[in-house]
């Protein structure tokens, strides 16, 4: 069996398309879309996402500003930046690169955030919102996910999706997400036992822990979706993502590659989150 790729790239190129023709509607009405990127320090990786970040919105329409704050900033200076920015009327949406300085508490940056700019989807109000089936502004990447699932045709209601993984960013969205669409998800994680079984009983297959190569072919079903949300930098330099492509390709149904498969759609979904900001705040 050979897996359908289930093509990120391309897909985020259509919803790129689709922001553009948002922004030029509101454009009519004198709205521009703002994003507001905070970069503190010089994480090389986090700086390769934030061009990435800069050149789609510029593609859209969408109007980006990057702050570029020492590596040395305070905590309290970090928030202050914050602060100044949900003031600022031509900023819709804020962004904050992950990982911070280790001297700063990411939760207290990211609490600041104003929750209708929070583009990220990672205040505490949002991921709420969320939790209780009303969702304001959804994390990224689980948007990103759900949008591919969709575009495949995946079958979600009483599918079995197992997340590998339950951060706030990728695990537990993505596991509410699938829950609301009606599908049985089993969340694994570092404590969980028997994955490569547990694994291997999900129609769908969602891996995001940030290990390379974590998820093989032995613990993929016959046929399943497989999601790969990992992006892992090896020893020769090269990408790879949580799932052994060469070996999961052979008996998934669906697989995302690494690189162009979610990481494109989470940028997308960011776009999207920051026009659907300009539109609710005017």
Same mark, same amino acid.
């Given at each position: 069996?050979?897996?359908?790729?289930?093509?990120?790239?391309?897909?985020?190129?259509?919803?790129? %398309?689709?922001?553009?023709?948002?922004?030029? /509607?509101?454009?009519?009405?004198?709205?521009?879309?703002?994003?507001?990127? &905070?970069?503190?320090?010089?994480?090389?990786?986090?700086?390769?996402?934030?061009?990435?970040?800069?050149?789609?919105?510029?593609? %859209?329409?969408?109007?980006?500003?990057?702050?570029?704050?020492?590596?040395? &900033?305070?905590?309290?200076?970090?928030?202050?930046?914050?602060?100044?920015?949900?003031?600022?009327? #031509?900023? +819709?949406?804020?962004?904050?690169?992950?990982?911070?300085?280790?001297?700063?508490?990411?939760?207290?940056?990211?609490?600041?955030? *104003?929750?209708?700019?929070?583009?990220?989807?990672? +205040?505490?109000?949002?991921?709420?919102?969320?939790?209780?089936?009303?969702?304001?502004? $959804?994390? =990224?990447?689980?948007?990103?996910?759900?949008?591919?699932? #969709? +575009?495949?045709?995946?079958?979600?209601?009483?599918?079995?999706?197992?997340?590998?993984?339950?951060?706030?960013?990728?695990?537990?969205?993505?596991? &509410?997400?699938?829950?609301?669409?009606? /599908?049985? $998800? %089993?969340? =694994? +994680?570092?404590?969980?036992? #028997?994955?490569?079984?547990? !694994?291997?009983?999900? #129609? &769908?297959?969602?891996?995001?822990?940030?290990?390379?190569?974590?998820?093989? @072919?032995?613990?993929?079903?016959?046929? !399943?979706?497989?999601?790969?949300? @990992?992006?892992?930098?090896?020893?020769?330099?090269?990408?790879? @993502?949580?799932?052994?492509?060469?070996?999961? *390709?052979?008996?998934?149904?669906?697989? %995302?590659?690494?690189?162009?498969?979610?990481?494109?759609?989470?940028?997308?979904?960011?776009?999207?989150?920051?026009?659907?900001?300009?539109?609710?705040?005017?």
């Amino acid at each position: 069996m050979a897996a359908r790729i289930l093509d990120g790239k391309s897909l985020a190129a259509q919803v790129r %398309t689709e922001v553009k023709q948002k922004v030029e /509607a509101l454009a009519q009405r004198g709205i521009r879309p703002g994003l507001a990127v &905070i970069l503190a320090g010089d994480n090389p990786a986090s700086r390769v996402y934030v061009r990435n970040k800069v050149l789609a919105s510029e593609q %859209t329409g969408v109007r980006s500003e990057v702050y570029e704050l020492p590596a040395s &900033i305070s905590e309290e200076a970090l928030v202050d930046r914050v602060l100044a920015l949900n003031d600022d009327p #031509d900023v +819709h949406g804020i962004l904050v690169q992950l990982p911070l300085p280790k001297q700063v508490d990411s939760r207290r940056v990211l609490a600041a955030v *104003a929750p209708a700019k929070d583009v990220d989807g990672f +205040h505490e109000s949002n991921l709420g919102a969320l939790l209780a089936g009303a969702p304001r502004m $959804v994390p =990224c990447t689980p948007a990103g996910v759900m949008r591919l699932l #969709d +575009h495949a045709g995946v079958p979600l209601a009483g599918a079995h999706a197992v997340v590998i993984g339950r951060s706030n960013i990728v695990g537990k969205p993505v596991s &509410i997400l699938l829950l609301q669409r009606d /599908a049985t $998800v %089993t969340i =694994c +994680h570092s404590k969980s036992r #028997d994955l490569e079984n547990i !694994a291997r009983s999900a #129609d &769908i297959l969602v891996a995001a822990v940030g290990r390379a190569k974590l998820v093989t @072919g032995r613990m993929v079903k016959p046929g !399943a979706c497989v999601i790969d949300v @990992g992006v892992n930098r090896l020893s020769d330099g090269s990408l790879a @993502g949580d799932v052994d492509f060469a070996s999961a *390709a052979e008996v998934a149904g669906w697989i %995302t590659p690494v690189p162009g498969g979610v990481g494109p759609m989470t940028i997308a979904m960011l776009l999207e989150n920051c026009v659907r900001a300009a539109g609710a705040l005017k």
